[in-house]
């Protein structure tokens, strides 16, 4: 099977998943411990909270480890509530915002906050003119995500950052797709919180980091919780955090060099598919404004689930969207974002490349692609 759903999640680097094993044998106890083991795993987290805190260029005292993305989004969002700068009940979200944040915003929503989703333009950006013009005296925090899971578009959020600040409006941001692959050290150093999963850049599942700024006055979001200074429950995962501190620090490293491998082969997909651009749509940005590792598309006239079982049963493994969203009769949220509803969205289907991914494969895949709508424009 060749695989083609990095954004989804990645296979564990195998140097993170020795350091896993080592940290689960010698770094056993709770950190929360004062004897001899507790102390060892205790320094041992605080060496990784430094590591996070050098990456994004913040305060250690604001990096906060989580199981994983979801759950960095989730309380991230809920610090910010309860520090909130001035009273109000309105939030801004984006429309096709991860479903931990858009699922958050409708329990939000029955507890009497009012929300409004923001649409995307047809490159899948939110317009800086549609936020300016969803802000109220009343709004008190805006989460927008920084790079979108399903076509790759990157938002500016620095721009919206230092808008809402102005505003005295807290910002939260999803970094779950674009930490590891573009740098953010200047994108944190703007922002109130931020999200991070370790499973999307080659760290174990089950692991992810939160970033709030520490100058902010948060409150824990279940009473007399201690670990993680409040701000999450439950023993820490040491071993796993060890391994997702050293998979982001390998990620770092490679940076440069797999976002220009990563872009030839974007190109050499693309290019294979030159003789079916007709029948072939591409969505998302271009330039610093995309992600290159992830290629929204659809074959006009085939629902993108018959694309995807089509290349299953080639052994090509592609998607149909985020993995959160997979089994619902809905299309692809970005798409409806996007203006797009009924047939035409559910065409939708995604192809997300890694370290893994050769030349090779990308142009195979690209073949496979033209035999399907040569297939389609037959019938």
């Known amino acids: 099977m060749k695989y083609f759903d990095y954004a989804a999640t990645c296979p564990l680097d195998r140097d993170a998943a020795n350091i896993f094993i080592e940290a689960s044998t010698k770094y056993f106890g709770n950190s929360q411990s004062l004897h001899e083991a507790g102390s060892a795993s205790a320094n041992l987290l605080e060496s990784c909270r430094k590591e996070f805190s050098h990456l994004l260029d913040v305060d250690k005292a604001g990096i906060y480890f989580t199981s994983g993305g979801s759950e ?3 309380l991230g969002i ?10 109000g009940n309105h939030i801004i979200t984006g429309a096709a915002e991860h479903s931990s944040v858009y699922n958050l915003m409708k329990k939000l929503e029955g507890e009497g906050w009012e929300i409004t989703y923001l649409p995307l333009d047809l490159n899948g950006k939110i317009e800086f003119a549609s936020l300016k013009g969803a802000v109220r005296p009343e709004t008190v925090l805006v989460s927008i995500q920084h790079g979108n899971p399903e076509i790759g578009t990157i938002q ?11 505003k005295d409006i807290l910002f939260h941001t999803d970094c779950v797709q674009t930490f590891g692959k573009i740098p953010l050290n200047t994108l ?4 109130d919180a931020l999200s991070i999963s370790g499973h999307k850049f080659y760290g174990p599942k089950g692991t992810g980091v939160a970033y709030v700024n520490p100058k902010l006055a948060w409150k824990p979001y279940i009473d007399g919780t201690v670990h993680e200074k409040g701000f999450r429950p439950g023993t820490v995962n040491v071993p796993g955090i060890a391994a997702m501190t050293a998979a982001a620090q390998k990620a770092h490293s490679l940076m440069n060099t797999e976002t220009n491998r990563v872009n030839k082969l974007r190109e050499a997909l ?13 969505f998302g940005a271009e330039g610093d404004e995309q992600l290159p590792g992830i290629v929204g598309m659809a074959i006009r006239g085939l629902e993108g689930q018959y694309v995807l079982l089509e290349c299953n049963r080639s052994g090509f493994a592609i998607s149909t969207g985020t ?3 997979t089994g619902m009769l809905s299309p692809a949220k ?6 797009s509803n009924g047939k035409q969205a559910k065409e939708f289907f995604r192809i997300s490349f890694g370290r ?8 195979d895949l690209g073949k496979m692609l033209a035999a399907i709508t040569t297939q389609m424009s037959a019938v």
Do not use: W
């Open 72 to 74: 960095a989004n989730y």
């Open 78 to 87: 809920m610090a910010l509530l309860s520090a909130r700068r001035k009273s």
């Open 323 to 325: 993995a959160c969203h």
């Open 334 to 339: 970005t798409m409806s974002a996007m203006g």
């Open 156 to 166: 500016p959020v620095i721009t919206f950052a230092d808008y809402c600040h102005s």
């Open 356 to 363: 893994e991914t050769s030349q090779e494969d990308a142009v």
């Open 188 to 191: 944190a150093g703007c922002v």
């Open 270 to 282: 693309i290019e294979s598919l030159s003789d079916f651009r007709n029948s072939i749509e591409i």
